[in-house]
């Protein structure tokens, strides 16, 4: 018995004490910074995030909220090698901030995923903590000047004293989800947000990330560059107003890894010395894979090392597919849109979607597609191209190309460069050899056929501004000159003009025939001729100048004694000079004379006319005296 109340005495104080833990477990403090939830319930409180997350002892799925702003100082592992971990951090609405470790040294890496371990950031608002400033001005101003000497350091300017990123801020081998998610104010001279490791998966969905630089280097937004990495933009997410340099700005891609854009915006990003200022694809089937979304108003810069500062650029066993989206309006000062490197291994895949408006400022044959390599391009039927063309090699089109395509053959040995079902309808400009015959498929080519020696002859495009040429092309034509030889202008037309050719649109500096170095547009300005018209009366002919198109002002009517006159020859109401000198003959007639039966037939007639007439008025007076009575 007494054994029995010491046990019971014994198992209430261990409960009443358990609570009390419990209890304290629960409690808040002014130092709490996190929460956990389990299954829809709160089981524990923290005061930093790394505390919460060294709590977590098992596989399953734990929300931790922030609670107020979160400053990291210490790098965060999930999961490890032989732990798997599956965390939600819901941001809550509060900040992450980069904290100091000591001095001014700031903490470069804040987390590390391993393998098979996932990490979902929910309504994350990261802050750099480095407002870095950026001269746009000084930044359009040298690329337009195309010197080829534009370093990073001449635009951009990061505040003294803040955080300069030494590492990656996620070092991703398992799963990370970035979603509603807002990053920004982040600047690095090398390093970026995301470093996609082997097998690892990066989804960034109605996420944004704004004003951040990887100054010198690559991958701002995701470096998947080991073995068969993955990353996704997907939602409503954007990329913009970022800064970029190296290998792959926005998106570097490596060792048979894969970024997939099924959605979203990349927009006014800006990059110097750069290989790709969205994207860069190197090694064997590393691809940038487009099946929605908008790439626009991205600017490259050629700097001190040159770099192939188009927006998407694939380098040697990289590949680029587009099955949908668009991508318009870049710039750059070597490619526009699409660079596909001079290595038989670069691949490109136009399936569906829209490429327009985009600017190559060296080159514009290069402004929205640019094939370096040998090779077959084939255009998909949902496919359309809004702009310029430029293949070493041949292109079977099944789209639309609304624009102009050169193509570079000479020294292989393809005789039928362009085929397909689709239609091409600005100018193809076929370079090949002299002794090679060329077979086009004229059917999709609705332009001009340009046929070139080399690249070194001249080019020369003429606007016809209402003309017409000998080939019924009413636009305009191109022709090709050697550099030595003096540019005629070829042949056009208009009723009643003569032509004149013009270096300007506005036409105020006339073109005279001579010898041209660079590739140039001529514009047509038409006069309206001179004719003579002439009126021929009897004889006796009066000429007059018009000018074509003048409306014609007869003269009065002639006379002549015992002729009738009845009009003039070949003339119309309201008309107008012709291409043509004209003469109006004019037409008269024999007055015949009035004989003694024909005076009394008209007398006999208006006496007839009269009875009738007062006949007809007596007749309604006594009709209407009847209607008074």
Same mark, same amino acid.
């Given at each position: 018995?007494? *054994?029995?109340?010491?046990?019971?005495?014994?198992? $209430?104080?261990?409960?009443?004490?358990?609570?009390?833990?419990?209890?304290?477990?629960?409690?808040?403090? %002014?130092?709490?910074?996190?929460?956990?939830?389990?299954?829809?319930?709160?089981?524990?409180?923290?005061?930093?995030?790394?505390?919460?997350?060294? @709590?977590?002892?098992?596989?399953?799925?734990?929300? =931790?909220?922030?609670?107020?702003? #979160?400053?990291?100082?210490?790098?965060?592992?999930?999961?490890?090698?032989?732990?798997?971990?599956?965390?939600? =951090?819901?941001?809550?609405?509060?900040?992450?901030?980069?904290?100091?470790?000591?001095?001014?040294?700031?903490?470069?890496?804040?987390?590390?995923?391993?393998?098979?371990?996932?990490?979902?950031?929910?309504?994350?608002?990261?802050?750099?903590?480095?407002?870095?400033?950026?001269?746009?001005?000084?930044?359009?101003?040298?690329?337009?000047?195309?010197?080829?000497?534009?370093?990073?350091?001449?635009?951009?300017?990061? +505040?003294?004293?803040?955080?300069?990123?030494?590492?990656?801020?996620?070092? !991703?081998?398992?799963?990370?989800?970035?979603?509603?998610?807002?990053?920004?104010?982040?600047?690095?001279?090398?390093?970026?947000?995301?470093?996609? $490791?082997?097998?690892?998966?990066?989804?960034?969905?109605?996420?944004?990330?704004? /004003?951040?630089?990887?100054?010198?280097?690559?991958?701002? #937004?995701?470096?998947?560059?080991?073995?068969?990495?993955?990353?996704?933009?997907?939602?409503? @997410?954007?990329?913009?107003?970022?800064?970029?340099?190296?290998?792959?700005?926005?998106?570097?891609?490596?060792?048979?890894?894969k970024v997939y854009m099924?959605?979203?915006?990349?927009?006014?990003?800006?990059?110097?010395?750069?290989?790709?200022?969205?994207?860069?694809?190197?090694?064997?089937?590393?691809?940038?894979? $487009?099946?929605?979304?908008?790439?626009?108003?991205?600017?490259?810069?050629?700097?001190?090392?040159?770099?192939?500062?188009?927006?998407?650029?694939?380098?040697?066993?990289?590949?680029?597919?587009?099955?949908?989206?668009?991508?318009?309006?870049?710039? @750059?000062?070597?490619?526009?849109?699409?660079?596909?490197?001079? /290595?038989?291994?670069? &691949?490109i895949e136009l399936n569906?979607?829209?490429?327009?408006?985009?600017?190559?400022?060296?080159?514009?044959?290069?402004?929205?597609?640019?094939?370096?390599?040998?090779?077959?391009?084939?255009?998909?039927?949902?496919?359309?191209?809004?702009?310029?063309?430029?293949?070493?090699?041949? #292109?079977?089109?099944?789209?639309?190309?609304?624009?102009?395509?050169?193509?570079?053959?000479?020294?292989?040995? =393809?005789?039928?460069?362009?085929?397909?079902?689709?239609?091409?309808?600005?100018?193809?400009?076929?370079? /090949?050899?002299?002794?090679?015959? =060329?077979?086009?498929?004229? &059917?999709?080519?609705?332009?001009?056929?340009?046929?070139? +020696?080399?690249?070194?002859?001249?080019?020369?495009?003429?606007?016809?501004?209402?003309?017409?040429?000998? !080939?019924?092309?009413?636009?305009?034509?191109?022709?090709?000159?050697?550099?030595? %030889?003096?540019?005629?202008?070829?042949?056009? !037309?208009?009723?009643? /003009?003569?032509?004149?050719?013009?270096?300007?649109?506005?036409?105020?500096?006339?073109?005279?025939?001579?010898?041209?170095?660079? *590739?140039t547009d001529l514009y047509?300005?038409?006069?309206?001729?001179?004719?003579?018209?002439?009126?021929?009366?009897?004889?006796?002919?009066?000429?007059?100048?018009?000018?074509?198109? +003048?409306?014609? *002002? $007869?003269? *009065?009517?002639?006379?002549?004694?015992?002729?009738?006159?009845?009009?003039?020859?070949?003339?119309?109401?309201?008309?107008?000079?012709?291409?043509?000198?004209?003469?109006?003959?004019?037409?008269?007639?024999?007055?015949?004379? %009035?004989?003694?039966?024909?005076?009394?037939?008209?007398?006999?007639?208006?006496?007839?006319?009269?009875?009738?007439?007062?006949?007809?008025?007596?007749?309604?007076?006594?009709?209407?005296?009847?209607?008074?009575?």
């Open positions: 018995m007494k *054994k029995n109340i010491i046990l019971f005495f014994f198992i $209430m104080f261990v409960y009443f004490f358990n609570n009390i833990l419990v209890d304290a477990a629960f409690e808040k403090s %002014e130092s709490t910074s996190v929460e956990i939830w389990y299954d829809d319930g709160i089981i524990s409180y923290f005061d930093t995030l790394e505390q919460a997350i060294s @709590s977590i002892t098992d596989d399953k799925i734990y929300t =931790i909220k922030f609670l107020k702003d #979160i400053e990291i100082t210490k790098k965060i592992e999930i999961g490890n090698k032989n732990i798997i971990r599956n965390i939600i =951090i819901d941001g809550n609405g509060y900040n992450l901030l980069r904290g100091k470790v000591s001095g001014n040294y700031y903490l470069g890496n804040f987390i590390t995923i391993y393998n098979n371990s996932s990490l979902t950031l929910n309504n994350i608002k990261y802050d750099g903590g480095n407002n870095w400033s950026f001269d746009l001005d000084k930044y359009n101003k040298a690329l337009e000047l195309q010197d080829g000497t534009a370093v990073y350091s001449n635009f951009i300017t990061p +505040e003294s004293d803040k955080p300069v990123v030494t590492d990656f801020l996620f070092i !991703n081998n398992g799963n990370l989800f970035i979603t509603n998610s807002e990053f920004k104010n982040q600047y690095s001279l090398s390093k970026g947000y995301v470093n996609g $490791m082997s097998y690892s998966v990066t989804k960034i969905i109605n996420s944004n990330f704004t /004003h951040s630089a990887s100054a010198k280097s690559s991958g701002l #937004i995701c470096n998947v560059t080991s073995t068969n990495a993955e990353c996704f933009l997907e939602g409503d @997410s954007l990329i913009s107003n970022n800064f970029v340099g190296g290998n792959g700005g926005i998106f570097h891609i490596r060792g048979n890894s099924n959605s979203g915006t990349i927009s006014y990003n800006r990059g110097v010395n750069v290989n790709g200022v969205i994207a860069m694809m190197y090694a064997v089937q590393s691809s940038f894979i $487009m099946n929605g979304g908008t790439i626009s108003n991205n600017y490259g810069l050629r700097g001190s090392d040159n770099g192939r500062n188009g927006m998407i650029y694939v380098h040697k066993g990289g590949k680029f597919v587009m099955n949908g989206g668009i991508i318009e309006n870049n710039i @750059s000062n070597s490619t526009g849109a699409v660079d596909v490197a001079s /290595h038989a291994s670069s &691949d569906s979607g829209i490429i327009q408006n985009n600017k190559a400022l060296s080159n514009d044959k290069k402004n929205d597609v640019y094939i370096g390599s040998d090779y077959d391009l084939v255009i998909g039927n949902n496919m359309v191209i809004n702009g310029n063309i430029y293949v070493n090699g041949d #292109i079977l089109n099944n789209g639309k190309i609304n624009g102009d395509v050169t193509l570079n053959i000479v020294g292989t040995e =393809i005789t039928n460069p362009i085929d397909g079902s689709g239609s091409i309808k600005g100018d193809v400009v076929v370079y /090949h050899d002299t002794d090679k015959e =060329i077979i086009l498929n004229n &059917d999709i080519v609705e332009g001009n056929y340009v046929p070139c +020696e080399n690249e070194k002859q001249i080019l020369v495009k003429f606007y016809y501004n209402g003309g017409i040429d000998n !080939n019924g092309l009413v636009d305009h034509g191109l022709a090709s000159y050697n550099t030595n %030889e003096i540019v005629t202008p070829i042949v056009v !037309n208009k009723e009643g /003009h003569s032509v004149e050719w013009y270096l300007d649109k506005d036409l105020t500096k006339k073109y005279e025939p001579s010898i041209l170095s660079n *590739k047509a300005k038409w006069i309206p001729n001179k004719y003579n018209v002439s009126w021929n009366i009897n004889g006796k002919i009066t000429t007059k100048t018009m000018t074509y198109g +003048e409306i014609i *002002k $007869m003269p *009065k009517k002639p006379s002549i004694n015992g002729y009738k006159f009845v009009g003039w020859d070949n003339y119309t109401k309201n008309m107008t000079v012709p291409d043509y000198d004209i003469t109006f003959i004019a037409k008269f007639e024999i007055k015949v004379p %009035e004989t003694n039966d024909t005076v009394l037939t008209h007398l006999f007639l208006t006496i007839c006319s009269f009875i009738v007439i007062l006949f007809s008025s007596k007749l309604f007076l006594i009709t209407f005296n009847k209607k008074e009575a």
